[in-house]
């Protein structure tokens, strides 16, 4: 009996010893970098090149994975990086020498973005919807069962993202995830920091006061439990 309660002493220590190792300042919305957002085309974003009064030359086109699209008449030009106006531009340029006075206007119909500006979700996870509204949601390895060791997805960041939004684009935790003691790390002034974030109190409890703001580039991490 004296060993079983020593057991459940150090036991308990050790859990202790644990959640403090383990906390985080927690994230608030003063720590969400500037609103100053502007989406920047990047590799698997999908766009509608329409160069006004010459349908023949506007034309869909997918973003290869070296950031270069290939329009008729026009080769090989750098689309990721850009602003869908600052490519219209270029191509406007490059197609003087084929079009008087072109107007080009690009529309991104499906997005991915630039690696800088994605939410990527490592951890315990179960998989997410897969389709969002104007992009989808990329699973790197996920398990319906969440039983993966590592599952991971990334998640195009959308203007105003909060954490709730972010947890409906993820779909589901593994159910040995430890949601409260989830992370967020986020550049600060150049410089990686980490923060806690309370993922069980915003969901489970309906907590509004953890539903922080996301940022482009932030990385959500999420633990498994402790047992």
């Given at each position: ?43 698997g ?82 998989g997410?919807?897969g ?6 949601a ?13 599952s ?20 589901a ?11 967020v ?6 410089k ?5 974030v309370k ?29």
């Open positions: 009996m004296k060993f079983l309660t020593n057991a459940r002493c150090v036991i308990g220590l050790f859990s202790i010893l644990v959640s403090a190792c383990t906390q985080y300042p927690p994230l608030t919305d003063r720590d969400t970098a500037s609103a100053d957002y502007t989406y920047q085309i990047g590799p974003d999908e766009l509608n090149v329409f160069v006004w009064g010459n349908p023949d030359i506007s034309t869909a086109v997918p973003v290869r994975p070296d950031g270069k699209i290939t329009v008729p008449l026009v080769e090989d030009v750098v689309a990721s990086g850009k602003t869908s106006n600052e490519l219209a531009r270029e191509l406007e340029k490059k197609y003087k020498e084929f079009v008087k006075d072109p107007q080009v206007v690009v529309m991104v119909t499906s997005f991915q973005g630039m690696d800088q500006q994605q939410i990527r979700v490592v951890g315990q996870i179960n997410g919807s389709v969002r509204s104007g992009g989808t990329t699973a790197l390895s996920t398990s319906s069962q969440g039983n993966s060791r590592y991971g997805m990334t998640i195009p960041y959308e203007k105003g993202m909060t954490l709730l939004d972010l947890m409906i684009k993820i779909g935790i593994g159910q040995y995830a430890d949601g409260n003691r989830a992370s790390i986020r550049n600060v002034n150049g990686p920091r980490q923060f806690g993922l069980d109190t915003l969901v489970e409890d309906g907590d509004l006061s953890a539903n922080v703001k996301m940022a482009p580039g932030d990385i959500l991490i999420i633990p498994e439990a402790f047992f």
